[in-house]
């Protein structure tokens, strides 16, 4: 009885830990709200513009 509650508590944590914590939905939010409009907008437009400039 208690090895199966045991069993069954960790499994239930372990099947609720994983799909609880949102690999994809956390990985998604943070980089399309703060790195990837800042960070390729800015890195996109600096480094595009003395390769340009260079070449001419």
Known sequence: ???A???EDE???EVFVAPTPPT???TPPP???E???S???AQSAQPSSP????SS
């Open 39 to 41: 960070p390729p907008q």
């Open 31 to 33: 980089p399309q709200q």
């Open 11 to 13: 499994n239930d944590n």
């Open 51 to 54: 390769p340009q400039q260079q």
């Open 24 to 26: 994809p939905a956390t």
């Open 1 to 3: 009885d208690e090895v």
């Open 35 to 37: 790195p990837n409009p």
């Open 5 to 7: 509650k045991v069993q």
